[in-house]
């Protein structure tokens, strides 16, 4: 049985409640994971969508900041988390689906504007959090399995993941540091591209575009900031993958857009 697993960074869950609403009843994904979220559980509008058919939830936050959700029409079972570089943030949460699919949502820090880690501690943070979590994922996901991981990793880190390659080498997101350790990352569970693996590298492909343009869509300088991984097991089973460009240009969007990608679930 195929599922669709879509990824959207929303900046801020209640504010964008509507959106994510039409998007659910529109496009109608078997599990929805959510980035930004900036509420805390209490004040997350589970009820909302639980009344819309995705009853089974996991939920991680914090007030006014970051925030990672897992909403499911299906039953999860084995939530957790784990917190790195010593900040409980709620920057990561999984699950595992039905068919045996662990799943990992992540929101992996920006880093602020100026790549260095001397001079910038949400530069170091960003840069600490992406060793951790590769050691992690080599330690305590090193065997081989059914798993899907997607968020926000805040790395664009190919060429034509952004609108500018030469431009934007020194920008935070594009830079080589950063793509070599979310390269590391991916390497160490054996992690595909499922989005790339529909999409060639040598096509522009961006799922985030700044408020800062005064016409998003006509100067299109965006970046692919939004990921899809799936382990060796799964990509037999890739079917589709796409980008909901079109979400951008909704009333008071978000600045990312979802991501979706449909797989085999390993389900009769």
């Given at each position: 049985?195929?599922?669709?697993?879509?990824?959207?960074?929303?900046?801020?869950?209640?504010?964008?409640?509507?959106?994510?609403?039409?998007?659910?009843?529109?496009h109608?994904?078997?599990?929805?994971?959510?980035?930004?979220?900036?509420?805390?559980?209490?004040?997350?509008?589970?009820?909302?969508?639980?009344?819309?058919?995705?009853?089974?939830?996991?939920?991680?936050?914090?007030?006014?900041?970051?925030?990672?959700?897992?909403?499911?029409?299906?039953?999860?079972?084995?939530?957790g988390?784990?917190?790195w570089?010593?900040?409980d943030?709620?920057?990561?949460?999984?699950?595992?689906?039905p068919?045996?699919?662990?799943?990992?949502?992540?929101?992996?820090?920006?880093?602020?504007?100026?790549?260095?880690?001397?001079?910038?501690?949400?530069?170091?943070?960003?840069?600490?959090?992406?060793?951790?979590?590769?050691a992690?994922?080599?330690?305590?996901?090193?065997?081989?399995?059914?798993?899907?991981?997607?968020?926000?990793?805040?790395?664009?880190?190919?060429?034509?993941?952004?609108?500018?390659?030469?431009?934007?080498?020194?920008?935070?997101?594009?830079t080589?540091?950063?793509?070599?350790?979310?390269?590391?990352?991916?390497?160490?569970?054996?992690?595909?591209?499922?989005?790339?693996?529909?999409?060639?590298?040598?096509?522009?492909?961006?799922?985030?575009?700044?408020?800062?343009?005064?016409d998003w869509?006509?100067?299109?300088?965006?970046?692919?900031?939004?990921?899809?991984w799936?382990?060796?097991?799964?990509?037999?089973?890739?079917?589709?993958?796409?980008?909901?460009?079109?979400?951008?240009?909704?009333?008071?969007?978000?600045?990312?857009?979802?991501v979706?990608?449909?797989?085999?679930?390993?389900?009769?």
């Open positions: 049985m195929a599922i669709t697993v879509a990824t959207w960074n929303i900046n801020s869950v209640r504010l964008r409640l509507d959106l994510v609403l039409r998007f659910l009843e529109e109608r994904p078997d599990v929805l994971c959510l980035q930004e979220t900036k509420a805390i559980v209490d004040a997350f509008p589970a009820k909302a969508f639980a009344d819309k058919g995705w009853r089974h939830q996991a939920i991680r936050g914090m007030k006014s900041y970051n925030g990672v959700a897992i909403l499911s029409r299906q039953p999860l079972a084995d939530v988390s784990e917190t570089c010593a900040k943030d709620c920057r990561h949460v999984f699950a595992t689906l068919g045996g699919i662990e799943l990992h949502n992540f929101y992996i820090p920006s880093g602020g504007d100026v790549p260095d880690p001397a001079v910038n501690d949400k530069f170091a943070h960003k840069l600490a959090f992406l060793d951790e979590t590769t992690w994922l080599k330690k305590a996901r090193s065997t081989p399995r059914p798993m899907v991981l997607v968020g926000d990793l805040n790395i664009a880190p190919l060429e034509h993941d952004v609108w500018s390659h030469k431009q934007l080498l020194d920008v935070v997101s594009h080589p540091v950063e793509v070599e350790k979310l390269t590391a990352m991916q390497k160490a569970g054996g992690w595909v591209d499922a989005v790339r693996h529909f999409v060639p590298a040598d096509r522009k492909l961006y799922s985030w575009w700044s408020y800062r343009a005064q869509d006509a100067s299109d300088r965006g970046r692919r900031l939004d990921h899809v799936v382990t060796p097991p799964l990509v037999a089973g890739l079917q589709q993958a796409r980008i909901l460009r079109e979400a951008r240009g909704w009333t008071q969007p978000s600045d990312h857009v979802p979706l990608v449909t797989l085999d679930s390993g389900t009769p």
